[in-house]
């Protein structure tokens, strides 16, 4: 697996957010297609929340890329 990680400035960002900010999503309705399908894995675990606060040290899982939030 392919690591990334995205540095944030704020206390969080949200899963959609994250999906198209690193590029693995072109537009908010792909990643919300894709969250809801259950191809995406917060912290190992399937994640169906598009507005999943994430916070530095959660990774998420997609297409064989791990994302890490620092």
């Given at each position: 697996m392919e690591n990334q990680q995205i540095?944030?400035?704020t206390?969080?960002?949200k899963l959609e957010q994250l999906l198209k900010l690193s590029s693995l999503?072109?537009?908010g309705g792909e990643a919300k297609n894709i969250i809801l399908d259950g191809l995406v894995k917060v912290n190992s675990?399937?994640?169906?929340?598009?507005?999943?606060?994430?916070?530095?040290?959660?990774?998420?899982?997609?297409f064989e890329k791990v994302l890490e939030v620092v």
């Open positions: 540095k944030i400035t206390e969080y960002i999503c072109q537009t675990e399937v994640c169906l929340q598009r507005g999943k606060k994430l916070r530095t040290g959660d990774k998420v899982e997609l």
